[in-house]
């Protein structure tokens, strides 16, 4: 049995940046809060409530109660939000026991704190709760302009989790969420219990606020929390009516999971983009990275994901899960060549120890979903690629014949994250409002039993900055 190793560089610490401190100031009041010092919620360890005159990221990041950063290039410059949605916001942490340095527990709210979350209970309540479970390595508030300021203004209360684990010190550099826990897996195995810990809690606190238990209870997340949809709408029926799936990453046993393509474009990348290959050499490594789930057309995206994703995403969760693999060093050696000792680029996940497969089967996916549930997946993803993550988790629903609870939409041109879309002029589109599309044929299906059009793709013409047409 693998254990988690505890011995640290000191040089690490070095590298810390100093994290933003978050200043609540004393909130403006709205209407309809006159019970808002009866609201607990159970088993948190700290909250504090405010009345807030608009819980849209309008006001909330202006004052003190969101954090930007948090979504950076989750939207694409100029999507139009609804404003103006009075109500009440709980934030709070539930009790956690912090990794070692160099980790460095949250700091929003100036807590230092991990499995912090927001609650958002609008005035004009509609029934229902909205689980957002966050992508990638972000904290609670990440998805607050792509999802919340909509579900909040449509009248559903809402709530997110930071996963218990989100360290992270930049984007592209250096993220230590993985020495959270004792054994391999632990920490991903803790996203799935901080969802699960937020919904019962955020239910509860849904009553007390309204005097009645939510009438529906849906997920929608992206990336990760995509990946945290699926899995609860798999494993935790009762909680949940539904959820919408924004290009969720798959993790599998035996494959496709992120190891059994990452590495591929580790090492022929370079070889595709070195001045110094052949033309042959050149459209050998190309040929390999379309093996490897890339799609064709998305070659212009390439040299952004090398730099940005591929490095990092590999490095980071391959130590999460093989800590080993690397010896002492803590997620292996940036952008290294392949032949260079410990190097990720030369990653075999098939011929890993047992144990690094038991560590991935602890959080993979089953296909058997007992909720409705839609996929949205842009055709041009080059992290969470379609033939590496929806399409076969498509089948594995398939194989479970649950098909008949899934739509499965694949946006063409649409990418990762719609952040860089206006960088690349006309040759993408956008997912988010494809995304809250699928969320309103949810409702329809979950509420009217109106089933939702077959699975499809949806055709750039029909995507734009603020609309969506469904196939």
């Known amino acids: 049995m693998m254990v988690r190793r505890r011995s640290l560089s000191l040089l690490l610490l070095a590298a810390l940046l100093a994290t933003m401190l ?17 609201l607990t919620v159970p088993g948190a360890e700290m909250q504090k409530a405010a009345c807030l005159p608009d819980l849209t990221t309008a006001y909330t990041v202006p004052n003190g109660f969101s954090v930007q950063a948090d979504w950076n290039l989750l939207n694409a410059a100029g999507t139009q939000n609804p404003t103006g949605v009075p109500g009440i916001q709980i934030d709070g942490y539930f009790p956690d026991t912090p990794p070692p340095a160099p980790y460095l527990p949250n700091d929003y709210n100036g807590w230092n704190h991990d499995a912090q979350f927001v609650i958002r209970l609008p005035d004009n309540w509609n029934g229902g709760l909205v689980i957002a479970p966050p992508p990638g390595n972000r904290r609670q508030y990440s998805s607050d302009f792509i999802i919340a300021d909509w579900v909040l203004a449509r009248g559903y209360a809402y709530a997110s989790t930071d996963k218990g684990n989100v360290n992270i010190i930049t984007p592209t550099t250096a993220s230590f969420f993985y020495l959270d826990g004792e054994e391999p897996g632990d920490a991903v195995a803790e996203w799935h219990e901080r969802v699960r810990e937020l919904t019962k809690a955020a239910r509860k606190v849904v009553r007390q606020r309204y005097g009645k238990p939510p009438t529906n209870v849906y997920l929608f997340g992206i990336s990760n929390g995509g990946y945290q949809v699926r899995y609860a709408i798999e494993r935790d029926p009762g909680l949940y009516d539904g959820g919408v ?104 996940y098939a011929s890993r120890p047992e144990e690094v497969k038991e560590a991935v089967e602890r959080v993979s996916l089953t296909g058997r979903i007992k909720r409705p549930l839609i996929t949205v997946q842009g055709s041009l993803d080059t992290l969470i690629t379609p033939a590496t993550n929806a399409d076969p988790y498509v089948a594995l629903i398939a194989e479970r014949h649950r098909s008949r609870l ?13 952040g860089f879309v206006p960088a690349f002029g006309d040759a993408l589109r956008p997912l988010l409002p494809c995304a809250r599309a699928a969320f309103v044929a949810l409702e329809q299906w979950v509420e009217e039993g109106e089933g939702p059009p077959a699975s499809g793709t949806i055709q750039r013409a029909s995507v734009t900055l603020s609309s969506c047409a469904l196939p």
């Open 22 to 38: 978050i200043s609540a100031p004393t909130p403006a009041t709205a209407t309809g809060c006159a019970n808002l010092d009866r």
């Open 245 to 348: 799936d924004w290009e969720g990453t798959l993790f599998t046993r035996d494959g496709p999971n992120l190891f059994t393509y990452l590495p591929t474009t580790l090492r022929q990348y370079p070889i595709y983009a070195s001045a110094a290959s052949t033309p042959e050499q050149k459209e050998a490594a190309r040929q390999a990275l379309l093996a490897a789930g890339l799609a064709p057309g998305s070659e212009f995206l390439w040299p952004l994901h090398y730099q940005v994703y591929w490095d990092l995403t590999q490095r980071i969760y391959r130590e999460e899960f093989d800590p080993t693999y690397d010896g002492d060093l803590l997620a292996g050696v940036p952008f290294c060549a392949s032949g260079t000792p410990n190097c990720d680029a030369d990653y075999d």
């Open 406 to 418: 899934h739509r499965y939409y694949l946006v063409e041109s649409g990418q990762h994250v719609d």
